[in-house]
């Protein structure tokens, strides 16, 4: 079982209707995007700290969640703020650079900070979402706001292949790390190199059992 659904499944507000949990998730995501910036703080705060409730997460253990996030979300930042211009005008502690001076944009930097704090917003409200929401009550909260069968039945497959592809990379890293493939740089990349090409291999066998299983149970192309 993935952690995300060990939480999903054991947490405090597990009992709580999806159609509840769905409308407050809107309710972040309409915070997220309005424009007042202290409430986006707020609310940060507050569904950080509900989460964690829920949850019985430590604080270490919520900020894990970010590390995969957050650099795209710095380099996006980043991307934004900094400029490179003929004059110094404009630019925070400008850096001469082959003839033009590069820094930060004083224009941009506002609308920058601004992106970042949309996105950690809708990031936090989704992962209490995600965190207090097991996948059963999902898809009745798809169901309730009948979206099409074609989309929901997507759904429930995508979320069967991501276990597929975690099952299938554990199992290909903890052999390879028990044959020390991992000891040195240069072994690291040949593995990785290895298990990128192994994995692509195994979800498609993975695929095919899955395949065989639903026409041993005589699936008609609708998951009832």
């Not at 909260?141 to 929901?152: D, E, G, Q, R, S």
């Not at 099952?167 to 990128?196: T, V, W």
Request: charged share 15%; aromatic share 16%.
């Amino acid at each position: 079982m993935l952690s995300i659904d060990k939480y999903a499944y054991s947490n405090r507000f597990v009992g709580w209707s999806p159609n509840m949990k769905g409308l407050l998730w809107l309710l972040g995501m309409v915070v997220a995007f309005q424009p007042f910036q202290p409430l986006k703080g707020v609310a940060i705060i507050f569904v950080a700290a509900a989460t964690m409730y829920a949850t019985h997460m430590s604080f270490k253990k919520y900020m894990i969640w970010f590390y995969a996030i957050l650099p795209f979300l710095l380099l996006s930042i980043i991307g934004i703020i900094f400029t490179m211009g003929n004059t110094k005008a404009g630019i925070y502690y400008p850096v001469p650079l082959f003839g033009h001076y590069f820094g930060i944009s004083i224009a941009m930097l506002p609308k920058g900070l601004r992106l970042g704090l949309q996105v950690l917003t809708a990031v936090v409200c989704t992962y209490w979402f995600a965190l207090t929401t097991p996948f059963q009550q999902i898809i009745k909260l798809l169901k309730a706001v009948h979206l099409p069968k074609l989309m929901i039945e997507e759904t429930m497959l995508m979320y069967r292949f991501i276990f597929i592809f975690i099952d299938a990379f554990e199992q290909i890293y903890r052999a390879q790390k028990l044959r020390l493939g991992y000891r040195n740089f240069r072994l690291a990349m040949r593995s990785s190199a290895i298990l990128a090409k192994m994995l692509f291999e195994q979800v498609f066998v993975n695929y095919e059992q899955m395949v065989h299983a639903l026409d041993a149970k005589l699936y008609d192309g609708e998951f009832k």
